[in-house]
């Protein structure tokens, strides 16, 4: 067998919207996020009929507050967990989770794409007012154990308690 991926890496990005409470709106540009390696143990596990599950949970962590003095360093393949030992979780459901067709509408039927829309609604996550976000990732399971499918590393995004911040997420297969 060829070592030549056939239709590359799996590749995925993201777009965060940021809704204050007096209605001002902040919305960044699409940016990439990286499939890390465990992805790949999920989709062999599934082909294999061991029965790992997909996307399960959105962990989101303040990564390092050294990240805002220079440029953020970025994440590689290997990696499988945030920086931040202590992430808010948030636990996904199939109503968060759709197919998408080649146009990036949302479609019935399984297809090579797939988006993920989370909301940060008031009081979340709990704690820091503003709460520094600077890092998430995606997670799956197999064994009972946790799989990272992509992670993002971004500059600061200070989320006031107030606001409402709504992450997109885009992956294709």
């Known amino acids: ?3 030549t991926k056939q239709g590359g890496w799996p590749r995925g990005c993201y777009r965060d919207r940021l809704l204050f409470s007096d209605g001002e709106v902040i919305v960044w540009e699409w940016r990439s996020n990286l ?6 143990l999920l989709i062999a596990g599934f082909m294999r009929g061991d029965g ?18 220079g440029s953020t360093p970025q994440p590689v393949r290997s990696n499988h967990e945030l920086i931040d030992p202590s992430p ?13 067709d080649a146009a990036g ?9 797939l988006r993920v829309v989370v909301t940060l609604g008031a009081g979340e996550p709990p704690g820091d007012d503003p709460y520094p976000l600077r890092e998430f990732g995606l997670f799956g399971s197999f064994g009972g154990d946790a799989y990272m499918i992509n992670y993002v590393r971004h500059g600061v995004i200070q989320k ?3 606001a409402t911040l709504e992450r997109t997420i885009q992956l294709v297969f």
């Open 1 to 3: 067998m060829s070592s």
């Open 105 to 113: 509408n949302p479609t019935p039927g399984p297809t090579p794409r």
């Open 160 to 162: 006031p308690g107030d």
């Open 88 to 100: 808010f979780e948030i636990v996904l459901t199939s109503n968060e989770i759709k197919y998408l």
């Open 35 to 40: 499939v890390v390696d465990t992805a790949r």
């Open 52 to 69: 790992p599950s997909g996307i399960q949970r959105l962990l989101i962590g303040r990564g390092q507050a050294e990240w805002d003095l």
